[in-house]
């Protein structure tokens, strides 16, 4: 608080002078003396940006902002679970050495190989392989139809069938595949190229 004294004459009629003495006080912001610490905007879950020391927030401002914290420590640790769980999808069928992708690209590169293929089909890089046929002709991913059974020695065994189309005509694949249990990759059984008779 300040305080701030007036003097000031006044003069009236006649020659005769009155002084008259005001005080005004003000109230001011001062820090000196006074043990109070300046305002803040209350922490919450929503405006907490972490600039204020924890050893200065209230019961309920930690509250929020453990809160707040836990959250997004769920978010990230949902992110991590959801990328972890799409990089082993993506593992094990594209990149896996017996995943069913790299079966059928084996498969494929057998056939446009083969002399007998390509004598019916047309040349090798002309030839084009696919899955299923579906209603919609402009579909890129097609379902390749396959199926994995485990007989009762504990080897698998991978049945597929896919489609192959060159210039010259079309058919279509099927194979056979057999993984013994110590061993990590199938081994042919099987791999025949059908094609209509004309």
Request: proline share 3%; aromatic share 8%.
């Amino acid at each position: 608080m300040a305080i701030v004294r007036y003097m000031r004459a006044l003069q009236f009629s006649g020659g005769r002078t009155l002084l008259l003495r005001t005080t005004r006080t003000y109230a001011t912001q001062s820090t000196i003396g006074s043990s109070t610490k300046p305002s803040r905007k209350q922490v919450t879950i929503v405006n907490d940006d972490g600039r204020v020391n924890w050893n200065d927030l209230t019961t309920r401002e930690k509250a929020a902002r453990s809160t707040q914290k836990t959250f997004h420590f769920g978010i990230i640790l949902i992110g991590l679970v959801m990328t972890g769980g799409a990089a082993y999808f993506l593992y094990t069928d594209v990149f896996a050495s017996d995943s069913k992708t790299r079966i059928f690209n084996r498969a494929v590169d057998e056939v446009k190989a083969s002399p007998q293929a390509t004598a019916i089909l047309g040349p090798g890089k002309q030839i084009r392989a696919f899955g299923e046929p579906t209603a919609n002709k402009w579909a890129r991913a097609r379902p390749l139809a396959s199926t994995v059974r485990t007989d009762r020695t504990g080897r698998e065994h991978l049945l597929m069938h896919f489609n192959v189309e060159g210039p010259s005509g079309k058919g279509i694949v099927n194979l056979h595949m057999i993984k013994n249990a110590d061993t990590s990759d199938y081994e042919y059984k099987y791999l025949t190229l059908d094609v209509k008779g004309g």
